[in-house]
């Protein structure tokens, strides 16, 4: 969704209109120093306030979205790239590693899910249950594997939280995979079509065989 490009966006529009009004009121009113630099801050705030609703306003329209479906959605991937980050916390932790790699492979999906939905929001109601559940999941296991794995003693009953805390971890892969396959299932069928598209194009261009004579 661009979320740098529109910052600076934002910011290259509120410089020249907030330091405008800031030398207009200095040089050509009596407000004065403080009172123009007051007016440049309020010009700056105000400019990146409405620069920002238009935005939110025309990604919404964008994707078919109204403006509380789009927020909705921004809060909901902000949520997400916080427990993303938890979960990055968690797994560099592991020094297995084979149960490093499926960590990290745990990772890379709901990074990828993640960006797909920035990109285009409306993906987001193809996979509401990566966001409401699977994630946290993801998170909240991979902690207590983490814990489990760098207890100092592994006793019997240790040794077997682990087992089933590693299986968790695959079964929570398995539904990050259904997520991501669910996120990009779209494109593929648009990909189908338009691939179909070019076969039938491609064969109404080629020339016709020479007919045969019968004679």
């Not at 809060?75 to 932790?93: F, M, P, V």
């Not at 745990?106 to 699977?134: C, M, T």
């Not at 240790?158 to 929570?172: G, Q, R, S």
């Not at 779209?186 to 179909?196: A, G, M, P």
Request: proline share 3%; hydrophobic share 40%; net charge positive.
């Amino acid at each position: 969704m661009n979320r740098i490009k529109h910052f600076f966006v934002r910011h290259l529009l509120a410089l020249p209109i907030s330091f405008t009004t800031w030398f207009y009121l200095l040089f050509n009113t009596n407000v004065g120093f403080l009172g123009a630099t007051g007016a440049l801050i309020g010009a700056y705030a105000g400019t990146l306030f409405i620069s920002k609703q238009v935005q939110i306003s025309s990604t919404a329209k964008r994707f078919g979205l109204s403006r509380g479906e789009y927020r909705a959605i921004v809060d909901q991937l902000d949520q997400a790239r916080a427990k993303l980050r938890e979960l990055n916390t968690s797994y560099a932790q592991v020094r297995n590693v084979h149960s490093f790699r499926q960590l990290h492979e745990l990772n890379q999906l709901a990074k990828r899910i993640i960006q797909i939905v920035e990109k285009n929001p409306r993906k987001f109601y193809y996979v509401d249950s990566f966001f409401y559940a699977h994630l946290e999941s993801a998170v909240d296991i991979t902690s207590k594997y983490t814990m489990l794995s760098n207890q100092p003693l592994q006793d019997a009953e240790i040794k077997h939280a682990l087992i089933a805390t590693k299986e968790k971890l695959t079964t929570v892969k398995e539904l990050l995979e259904s997520d991501l396959k669910r996120a990009v299932s779209t494109d593929v069928e648009q990909l189908k079509i338009e691939l179909d598209y070019i076969d039938v194009a491609h064969r109404q261009h080629l020339p016709k065989p020479p007919e045969e004579d019968t004679k």
